[in-house]
């Protein structure tokens, strides 16, 4: 059985957030899994391999709490409508 897509998540070098855009974390198989926050730097990974998406934690999770600043491939957000 695969499993659904319930957002449309972002792309490396086609569809990224932007400085100062609400993220979620949709990847259920990531600890920080439902982290929101908001995007405060992208940064190259070495050898032109993607992108990293940087942002500050807005809400609190059993592994992820309000303030923190977490690295993700883009892969594993999705926009968030605030």
């Given at each position: ?7 449309e998540c972002y792309t490396s070098h086609s569809y ?67």
């Amino acid at each position: 059985m695969k499993p659904r897509i319930l957002k449309e998540c972002y792309t490396s070098h086609s569809y990224e957030p932007t400085l100062g855009d609400w993220v979620e974390n949709v990847n259920p198989g990531c600890k920080h899994y439902q982290s929101m926050g908001v995007v405060d730097a992208i940064e190259d990974l070495d050898g032109d391999a993607g992108k990293v998406i940087c942002y500050v934690v807005m809400n609190d999770g059993p592994s992820y709490k309000k303030g923190m600043r977490l690295r993700k491939t883009p892969d594993q957000l999705a926009p968030l409508g605030v």
